[in-house]
């Protein structure tokens, strides 16, 4: 079974910032959130996503955020296409 997840973005541009160093991601995490200010209900910007293989990470870009991570515009082959 294939499982696809579609994020459209206001300017329908969907970016993801990479890195093969989780802290780099989780550290964009972080300014987003105290840029947003997210408590409560919403408290963090997006999921840290693990590649399947590799030891690479990724996160959604917001855009008004931007960083100098490598980008990404699909994580294509990222995700395990079976179910157990």
């Not at 408290?43 to 996160?59: C, D, G, M, R, T």
């Not at 100098?68 to 157990?84: A, P, R």
Request: glycine share 4%.
């Amino acid at each position: 079974m294939l499982i696809t997840i579609t994020i459209f973005t206001k300017k329908n541009k969907i970016m993801y910032y990479t890195s093969t160093i989780i802290q780099d991601i989780e550290e964009y995490n972080a300014k987003v959130n105290e840029g947003e200010n997210y408590n409560g209900t919403t408290n963090k910007w997006s999921a840290v996503i693990k590649h399947k293989n590799e030891a690479l990470y990724a996160i959604l870009a917001h855009e008004k955020y931007p960083s100098n991570l490598d980008t990404l515009q699909s994580l294509d082959g990222w995700f395990n296409t079976e179910i157990v």
